[in-house]
T-cell receptor, first 118, second 113 residues
Framework: GAVVSQHPSRVICKSGTSVKIECRSL??????MFWYRQFPKQSLMLMATSNEGSKATYEQGVEKDKFLINHASLTLSTLTVTSAHPEDSSFYICSASLAGGSDRETQYFGPGTRLLVL | GDSVTQMEGPVTLSEEAFLTINCTYTATGYPSLFWYVQYPGEGLQLLLK?????DKGSNKGFEATYRKETTSFHLEKGSVQVSDSAVYFCALSVGGGYNKLIFGAGTRLAVHP
């Protein structure tokens, strides 16, 4: 149980285009979803936290107009990288925590999306 | 602020060796503590967790005990396998409304036959 999927797993795009990444909780409802960025051989950097039906909370230094997050339902959140540039190339990982219950602290991670901007 | 410090890697071991990866934390309040594992090219998987002092989390032969007096959550395994080669992340949950996770830098483990 508690499976999170991401789509696509890899994407290559041209500079200036926008890319949408989907994060889905497959077998549970997620009140909260998180988006992380991971640089090679480094730890995860939290970008933003999103709650279903409300605006995302962005971490300091993350441009909310560049990284658009939508959390339209309890099983889907999307991250759109707008006007992507080569420096946006990275591994993007989402996670979700369970709605209700006693295990809201545990986050379940998706497999990640590798973005390469040419 | 809250933070997690892990021992630097890489850690290189022979199969069946004993593993310890140190993790210490600083936090206000009483965080929950986690170990996540990341296999090459994949996302993170929850390995184990502990929610209060003296709790021991365990899974797949790995163990870690929440030590409040030393603010530590060291990961141990008695006999590692080649398949344990991965990056291990220690993390704490700051709780509150959003339960944000703060991760350590990660420790790469390489196990050789």
């Amino acid at each position: 149980g508690a499976v999170v999927s991401q789509h696509p797993s890899r994407v290559i795009c041209k500079s200036g285009t926008s890319v949408k990444i989907e994060c889905r909780s497959l077998d549970f409802q997620a009140t909260t979803m998180f988006w992380y960025r991971q640089f090679p051989k480094q730890s995860l950097m939290l970008m933003a936290t999103s709650n279903e039906g409300s605006k995302a909370t962005y971490e300091q230094g993350v441009e909310k107009d560049k990284f658009l997050i939508n959390h339209a339902s309890l099983t889907l959140s999307t991250l759109t990288v707008t006007s992507a540039h080569p420096e946006d190339s990275s591994f993007y990982i989402c996670s979700a925590s369970l709605a209700g219950g006693s295990d809201r602290e545990t986050q379940y991670f998706g497999p990640g999306t590798r973005l390469l901007v040419l | 602020g809250d933070s997690v410090t892990q021992m630097e890697g890489p850690v290189t071991l022979s199969e069946e060796a004993f593993l310890t990866i140190n993790c210490t934390y600083t936090a206000t309040g009483y965080p929950s503590l986690f170990w996540y594992v990341q296999y090459p090219g994949e996302g993170l998987q929850l390995l184990l967790k502990a929610t209060k002092a003296d709790d021991k989390g365990s899974n797949k032969g790995f163990e870690a005990t929440y030590r409040k007096e030393t603010t530590s959550f060291h990961l141990e395994k008695g006999s590692v396998q080649v398949s344990d080669s991965a990056v291990y992340f220690c993390a704490l949950s700051v709780g509150g409304g959003y339960n944000k996770l703060i991760f350590g830098a990660g420790t790469r483990l390489a196990v050789h036959p």
